[in-house]
T-cell receptor, first 112, second 112 residues
Framework: GENVEQHPSTLSVQEGDSAVIKCTYSDSASNYFPWYKQELGKRPQLIIDIRSNVGEKKDQRIAVTLNKTAKHFSLHITETQPEDSAVYFCAARDQAGTALIFGKGTTLSVSS | DSGVTQTPKHLITATGQRVTLRCSPRSGDLSVYWYQQSLDQGLQFLIHYYNGEERAKGNILERFSAQQFPDLHSELNLSSLELGDSALYFC???????????FGPGTRLTVL
């Protein structure tokens, strides 16, 4: 089945810096890759997603890139702010096309 | 607020007991997914229902079962509870089987 690896597990940046989180997946049939942000004690919140027919997608300060050949995708956050501090999860939709398989998460800390 | 509701928010019970977690999807969503989040296993897919029918199973234990009712709400039943079942249980809903998934606030289960 699908397996998703996420790195790094923790990331500390200064306010205003950029942050990059990387994920790799194993199933070449996967075609949908969402990113979720989870604040402490809260629900995972969808922040951006990308489908396999697109190489890059941007939404204000966040962007996601996908390299299907290498089977990896990345989240880029520019001009980080303290409120960006949270756990970020990448995911890939599994071979059956329904369930999301999640990475282990990255704890992002933005200090002011 | 994603529009997905879950009850109860917290549940404390003893080993060997049985509990029922409830999820109401967003208005118009036909798909409901259940996920378990624990510190050691991360976010793991349990089961998916679409319009009342089971569509996919993940790492769901035989002691766990679920169903989706005609009004599209779903219940996750956990029986013969063990200490290791303590976790956050999230449901997510989507319009179709290949659409974005939106998470509910979760139910925190503590087994003593």
């Amino acid at each position: 089945g699908e397996n998703v690896e996420q790195h790094p597990s923790t990331l500390s940046v200064q306010e205003g810096d950029s942050a990059v989180i990387k994920c790799t997946y194993s199933d070449s049939a996967s075609n949908y890759f969402p990113w979720y942000k989870q604040e402490l004690g809260k629900r995972p919140q969808l922040i951006i997603d990308i489908r396999s027919n697109v190489g890059e997608k941007k939404d204000q300060r966040i962007a996601v890139t996908l390299n299907k050949t290498a089977k990896h995708f990345s989240l880029h956050i520019t001009e980080t702010q303290p409120e960006d501090s949270a756990v970020y999860f990448c995911a890939a939709r599994d071979q059956a096309g329904t369930a999301l398989i999640f990475g282990k998460g990255t704890t992002l800390s933005v200090s002011s | 607020d994603s529009g997905v509701t879950q009850t109860p928010k917290h549940l404390i019970t003893a080993t060997g007991q049985r509990v029922t977690l409830r999820c109401s999807p967003r208005s118009g969503d036909l798909s409901v997914y259940w996920y378990q989040q624990s510190l050691d296993q991360g976010l793991q897919f349990l089961i998916h229902y679409y319009n009342g029918e089971e569509r996919a199973k993940g790492n769901i234990l035989e002691r766990f079962s679920a169903q989706q009712f005609p009004d599209l709400h779903s219940e996750l039943n956990l029986s013969s509870l063990e200490l290791g079942d303590s976790a956050l249980y999230f449901c997510a809903s989507s319009v179709g089987e290949l659409s974005e998934q939106f998470f509910g606030p979760g139910t925190r289960l503590t087994v003593l």
